[in-house]
């Protein structure tokens, strides 16, 4: 595992878990309840007295912080289990408790862009919210959880909580982007040629391919190849 390059400033916690014991597949959103700065975060988590730390912070300023690396576990869900599995986000509040917890747009932005990061390096195809406790775990059905799930609190307080539907799908819009096709201009024939004739949709350039869809290519080239001669 590596971590993300959108990372603007790192301090280390003493408070993690190290190696995490389950691969990442899971992403949860806190909030900080208060205008700290990413610094300000990670001078929080350093004291092992205070028992907590996340993966990542969010400035209302939009920088990124890290605080525990993404191989290990923080210590930010009331869940073990969840830690273990999700990278956690901290995020600074603009607004107090009468504003649902408000975070700034550029601090929106800034997280979107890193859990699309988060997403695309640990092969995480799509995020998926329902808003469903009783499906934690179902990784297939939703992958996003919240601290709320698992302990007696607000968080990521009700302004964060109701978009994760809209933060979902800017991270998908994102990561769907980065798949599509980037053709230089001796590509294009090609391109053109395996998708016109079914051999290829030409999508998913790039993820790995199997010995099964080369055979498939293969027999279909070799059916059309026929048919040009």
Request: net charge neutral; glycine share 6%; proline share 3%.
């Amino acid at each position: 595992m590596n971590n993300s390059p959108l990372v603007d400033y790192t301090k280390i916690s003493p408070n993690k878990t190290s190696p995490r014991n389950h691969v990442i597949d899971t992403i949860t959103i806190h909030c900080m309840a208060g205008n700290c700065s990413i610094e300000t975060c990670g001078n929080i988590f350093q004291p092992t007295s205070i028992q907590a730390s996340s993966n990542y912070g969010v400035g209302t300023d939009g920088r990124i912080g890290m605080y525990v690396e993404e191989k290990d576990r923080s210590w930010c869900s009331s869940s073990s289990s969840n830690d273990n599995r999700a990278v956690t986000i901290e995020v600074a509040n603009d607004g107090g408790a009468n504003t649902g917890w408000h975070v700034s747009d550029k601090a929106l932005t800034a997280l979107i862009n890193l859990i699309a990061d988060i997403c695309k390096r640990n092969g995480i195809k799509e995020l998926k919210w329902q808003g469903d406790k009783s499906l934690i775990g179902q990784i297939d059905k939703q992958n996003m959880t919240v601290h709320r799930w698992f302990a007696n609190k607000s968080c990521p307080g009700d302004y964060l909580y109701n978009l994760h539907g809209k933060i979902s799908e800017e991270v998908n819009k994102i990561i769907a982007k980065s798949n599509e096709i980037d053709l230089s201009d001796w590509a294009i024939e090609g391109h053109d040629f395996v998708t016109q004739n079914n051999i290829s949709d030409g999508t998913r350039p790039k993820d790995n391919i199997t010995r099964e869809e080369v055979w498939t290519m293969l027999k279909r080239f070799k059916q059309i190849d026929k048919r040009l001669v």
